[in-house]
């Protein structure tokens, strides 16, 4: 497994841009492939956009696609989450994932086996 520490989460207003980093320990990186989820409390976690090994392939909701853009920088072991136009609905705790075995199509929770802690998203209207 990898060790994920996400950062870059705030409180902004609608219509603002903010961009999360998830730095990864390791020396296998390019390794695995990367998402990004997010959760309200009391509701499941829910799949926002994947990204494959070396960046070929990305992968996003419905809810966030064209606003949102995910990223990787294998040398410097760091995935990002670039959020454009951001609604009151994108509030949420953001969560970076990754594994080995699967692909950027891999949109479920349980195909995920390394997660970061979580940094809150707030957007108010």
């Known amino acids: 497994q990898v060790q994920l520490v996400e950062s870059g989460g705030g409180l902004v207003q609608a219509g603002d841009s903010l961009r999360l980093s998830c730095a990864a320990s390791g020396r296998t990186f390019s390794s695995y492939v990367l998402g990004w989820f997010r959760q309200v409390l009391w509701e499941d976690r829910e799949f926002v956009a994947t990204?494959?090994?070396?960046?070929?392939?990305?992968d996003y909701a419905d809810s966030v696609k064209g606003r949102f853009t995910i990223s990787r920088d294998n040398a410097k072991n760091t995935v990002y989450l670039q959020m454009n136009s951001l609604k009151p609905e994108d509030t949420a705790a953001y969560y970076c994932?990754?594994?080995?075995?699967?692909?950027?199509?891999?949109?479920?929770?349980?195909?995920?086996?390394?997660w970061g802690q979580g940094t809150q998203v707030t957007v108010s209207s």
């Open positions: 994932a990754a594994t080995k075995y699967g692909s950027a199509s891999s949109r479920a929770v349980y195909d995920y086996d390394s």
């Open positions: 990204i494959s090994r070396i960046g070929g392939s990305t």
